[in-house]
Antibody, heavy 117, light 106 residues
Framework: EVQLVESGGGLVKPGGSLRLSCGASGFTFSSYSMSWVRQVPGKGLEWVSSISISSSYIKYADSVRGRFTISRDNAENSLYLQMNSLRTDDTAVYYCARDPERYFDYWGQGTLVTVSS | DIQLTQSPSSLSASVGDRVTITCRASPGISSYLAWYQQKPGKAPKLLIY???ILQTGVPSRFSGSGFGTEFTLTISSLQPEDFATYYCQQLHNYPLTFGGGTKVEI
């Protein structure tokens, strides 16, 4: 059974940093691209970033480019999102998702990031 | 960026109804479209990808069609568990974008 479990969310002040993690199991992690998608509570979905199998191909939404860094550790079956210079409009539930071909076939349960003073 | 416009933004329907949701893309995206279902407090669930391919395990009452700029998600006979919000997503190019969502109320 495919499982994705996010962690690392919480309350942080504007300008602060946070690192999200996503642990994967039930599939060959090193064979899939992975992505982060976020959702402001009560609002729609926003793609954040994607990383290819070997980390050679990385994409970011304009809203996070230069502040967020996606990475992965295939040996540890883990995906990460380092978030720096956080703003109040980064407040959202962050989902990690398996990314076969730019769509998302499995999602984690999400982790809430709240940016507030 | 590719813009996706879903309509309607919400709808009310009865059990057994046929429901159709539309997603319009600008510019066109060939068949590079996916559909998701999201229930309150839960992560989205993939229903359809490549415009019309049903994800494994998804009931056959869900179907997708379309090409280019206009796409539809159809639920042939609405069930109580289909109460949810539905999103389309284009996979044609980056940045990947989602439609604004359609809330289906039973």
């Amino acid at each position: 059974e495919v499982q994705l479990v996010e962690s690392g969310g919480g309350l942080v002040k504007p300008g602060g940093s946070l690192r999200l993690s996503c642990g994967a199991s039930g599939f060959t992690f090193s064979s899939y691209s992975m992505s982060w998608v976020r959702q402001v509570p009560g609002k729609g979905l926003e793609w954040v970033s994607s990383i290819s199998i070997s980390s050679s191909y990385i994409k970011y939404a304009d809203s996070v480019r230069g502040r967020f860094t996606i990475s992965r550790d295939n040996a540890e079956n883990s995906l990460y999102l380092q978030m720096n210079s956080l703003r109040t409009d980064d407040t959202a539930v962050y989902y990690c998702a398996r990314d076969p071909e730019r769509y998302f076939d499995y999602w984690g349960q999400g982790t809430l990031v709240t940016v507030s003073s | 960026d590719i813009q996706l416009t879903q309509s309607p933004s919400s709808l009310s329907a009865s059990v057994g109804d046929r429901v159709t949701i539309t997603c319009r893309a600008s510019p066109g995206i060939s068949s590079y479209l996916a559909w998701y279902q999201q229930k309150p407090g839960k992560a989205p669930k993939l229903l359809i990808y490549a415009a019309s391919i049903l994800q494994t395990g998804v009931p056959s009452r869900f179907s997708g069609s379309g090409f280019g700029t206009e796409f539809t998600l159809t639920i042939s006979s609405l069930q109580p568990e289909d109460f949810a919000t539905y999103y389309c997503q284009q996979l044609h190019n980056y940045p990947l974008t989602f439609g604004g969502g359609t809330k289906v109320e039973i």
